[in-house]
């Protein structure tokens, strides 16, 4: 079982909100992990939004919308990147990541449609 | 402004090497750990690890032993990794990222990427 886990596609209409999930794997406690969030769109290298782990322990990246914003699931140990008024832009690729082992964890990546 | 900049693309027979550089601006080179990422052909993100820019010591990630080999220039604020005995399977495009906070301490993330360059291993 992969360590982190993303559904691989998404769709949502302009102006709606989604919701992003990141599951670990079980025996891997999120909150005991910050989770971070990249943007990738075609063509070009992912970009760096947000970082959740709690209320108190959070950061959004420089320039990032504050559409964009994180939570945690503690009962599906997810964690969770809600985009807010979806725009067309927003179509890209999103992967969480997190340190794990002392080692650096990405999920599969989700694949968001704004249609 | 903050920026690392690739070198271009590179068609590389099996068993050749190859060598892709990160040049680094805006900033203070030995301050920020450089990491790397391999994005294979419609896949996702794969760490392969870090270097210290201010002591030269690398960290690699499982799977990425023996034939990477992260190094530095100081002196031009770049970053290399080469890769050896190259494989089909190194097809994908190589990404150096700035890692932010503390890699040391594993939370360091990491912001900002380089463009990308695209190794394509292929007889």
């Known amino acids: 079982q992969a360590v982190l886990t993303q559904p691989s596609s998404l769709s949502a209409s302009p102006g709606a909100s989604a919701s992003l999930t990141c599951t670990l794997r079980?025996?891997?406690?999120?909150?005991?992990?910050?989770i971070y969030w990249y943007q990738q769109k075609p063509g070009s290298p992912p970009q760096y939004l947000l970082r959740y782990k709690s209320d108190s322990d959070n950061q959004q990246g420089s320039g990032v919308p504050s559409r964009f914003s994180g939570s945690k699931d503690a009962s599906a140990n997810a964690g969770i990147l809600l985009i807010s008024g979806l725009q067309s832009e927003d179509e890209a690729d999103y992967y969480c990541m997190i340190w794990h082992s002392s080692a650096v964890v990405f999920g599969g990546g989700t694949k968001l449609t704004v249609l | 402004q903050v920026q690392l900049v690739q070198s271009g693309s590179e068609l590389k027979q099996p068993g050749a090497s190859v060598k892709i550089s990160c040049k680094a601006s805006g900033y203070t080179f030995t301050n920020y750990a450089m990491n790397w990422v391999r994005q294979a052909p419609g896949q996702g993100l794969e760490w392969m690890g870090w270097?210290?820019?201010?002591?030269?010591?690398?960290t690699y990630a499982q799977g990425f032993t023996g034939r990477f080999v992260f190094s530095l220039d100081t002196s031009v604020t770049t970053a290399y990794l080469q890769i050896s005995s190259l494989k089909a399977e190194d097809t994908a495009v190589y990404y150096c990222?700035?890692?932010?906070?503390?890699?040391?301490?594993?939370?360091?993330?990491?912001?900002?990427w380089g463009q990308g360059t695209q190794v394509t291993v292929s007889s």
């Open positions: 079980s025996g891997i406690n999120v909150g005991s992990y910050r």
């Open positions: 990222a700035r890692g932010r906070d503390y890699c040391s301490s594993s939370t360091c993330y990491f912001d900002p």
């Open positions: 270097i210290n820019t201010d002591t030269g010591n690398p």
